[in-house]
């Protein structure tokens, strides 16, 4: 098994990189079976995807396996956390304080795949200040310090629809490289900063779309 060297990042879509990250999921559950090693068919039966779409996949990024024994467990997993960049830890700001953010800093996944949330921030004076598990929840108006001072990387925005670009303006100006966003409307970042939105009313009203 050999890794190549990575391909230009605009040339992978992005739902390569997500059947990459349900691989990622499979080959964990696969090795707290106690399994050591896993064939392309077996990977994509459980991925929902075909052999030949698994190996293209993969051979994106290197040559991985062998003819006829299939992949190492243990080797393939280590590979796909590198190529997602789960080999190092990421540092995590949390902007807007409410009940999702609660939820959000509590999900241990982030922290277990290296997401570290290392900053809280708000604009309500009866949140700022409050205790996090050891975090005091900062004023947003020393987002923009702090962030730079700690060498903050990513930012996700949980504050209501009417703040969140102007957040994420912030955040770009602080020199956040990537941006998950909560707020419930479409933001716009210049070239060079990552964006993702999580909708959740969208993905509800798709799912009551096709159930009614």
Request: proline share 3%; aromatic share 8%.
């Amino acid at each position: 098994m050999t890794s190549g060297d990575a391909p230009e990042e605009g040339r992978i879509p992005d739902s390569t990189v997500r059947r990459i990250s349900g691989y990622l999921r499979i080959l964990e559950d696969l090795t707290a079976a106690g399994a050591r090693t896993v064939s392309s068919y077996e990977l994509a039966r459980r991925a929902g995807a075909t052999p030949a779409q698994v190996r293209k996949d993969l051979s994106l990024f290197g040559q991985f396996g062998k003819r006829g024994t299939g992949y190492h467990i243990g080797q393939l997993h280590d590979e796909v956390k590198k190529i997602l960049g789960l080999n190092r830890h990421w540092r995590v700001c949390l902007v807007g304080a409410g009940n999702l953010a609660h939820a959000l800093f509590a999900y241990r996944e982030f922290a277990r795949e290296g997401f570290q949330i290392e900053a809280i921030f708000d604009n309500d004076p009866e949140k700022i200040g409050q205790d996090w598990n050891g975090l005091s929840v900062l004023s947003v108006a020393r987002m923009v310090d702090q962030v730079r001072r700690r060498d903050l990387e990513i930012g996700l925005i949980t504050t209501p629809a009417a703040a969140a670009q102007e957040v994420a303006d912030s955040l770009v100006r602080a020199g956040v490289k990537g941006i998950l966003n909560f707020a419930p409307r479409k933001l716009f970042v210049p070239e060079g900063t990552r964006l993702r939105n999580v909708n959740l009313a969208i993905e509800l009203e798709s799912l009551s779309f096709f159930l009614k």
